[in-house]
């Protein structure tokens, strides 16, 4: 099992480009999240999704959107990017399905610089 | 004021010390997470706990409800240790401290 696979590992856009992040994950889990984490802060989450079709907001979700049509993925887009935007990305899930706290499995993270 | 707040931001041992890394919570919580951030970046969950403490290996979490505070104790630390070590707790959602950057030397 790859776990959760992330794509690309690194970007570098310049303001005003679009771009969207892949978030993919093999084990069946139901709901699934993007976090952004900024030097000196914690991960802060964007959207989240808590089944195949569903997403919802997080704390941080000005500028961006995310699609939930296959179980597996989690698309993260960036319609047009500013250079506050400039962060690590990363993706979690997790299996939600006993409707109680459960362990969050990471990918790798996405480093994206907005120039 | 950060609703998870972590101490100390930095430390540095010797190898073969008894590490603590504190977490605090100002808000209402289902559950306590510690995770443990690679140089490389990578993020790995360690402990989930509602109550009580947990223990895998060298490595002990503890949980206070009613103090809102949880410890994350490391015994005999070894130079790997070094990593970034994160609390994060379940309220509506998940919310994590800053993160405690711990270098064990050896």
């Known amino acids: 099992n790859a776990g959760v696979t992330q794509t690309p590992k690194f970007r570098v856009l310049k303001t005003g480009q679009s771009m969207t992040l892949l978030c993919a994950q093999d084990?069946?889990?139901?709901?699934m999240y993007w976090y952004r984490q900024d030097p000196g802060m914690g991960l802060r989450l964007i959207h989240y999704?808590?089944?195949?079709?569903?997403?919802a907001k997080g704390e941080v979700p000005d500028g961006y959107n995310v699609s939930r049509l296959k179980k597996q993925n989690f698309l993260l887009g960036l319609e047009s990017a500013a250079p506050s935007q400039t962060s690590v990305y990363f993706c979690?899930?997790?299996?939600?399905?006993?409707?109680?706290?459960?362990?969050?499995?990471f990918g790798p993270g996405t480093r994206l610089t907005v120039l | 004021k950060n609703e998870v707040e972590q101490s100390p931001q930095n430390l540095t041992a010797q190898e073969g010390e008894f590490i603590t890394i504190n977490c605090s919570y100002s808000?209402?919580?289902?559950?306590l997470h510690w995770l443990q951030q690679h140089p490389g970046g990578g993020i790995v969950s360690l402990f989930m706990?509602?109550?009580g403490k947990k223990k895998h290996g060298r490595l002990i979490a503890t949980i206070n409800i009613q103090e809102k505070h949880s410890s994350l104790h490391i015994t005999a630390s070894h130079p790997r240790d070094s990593a970034v070590y994160i609390c994060?707790?379940?309220?509506?959602?998940?919310?994590f401290g800053a993160g405690t950057r711990l270098t064990v030397k050896p």
């Open positions: 979690a899930s997790s299996y939600g399905g006993s409707g109680v706290p459960d362990t969050q499995y």
């Open positions: 706990l509602s109550s």
């Open positions: 994060a707790v379940n309220n509506h959602d998940m919310r």
């Open positions: 084990m069946n889990h139901e709901y």
């Open positions: 808000v209402g919580i289902s559950a």
């Open positions: 999704s808590v089944g195949e079709g569903t997403t």
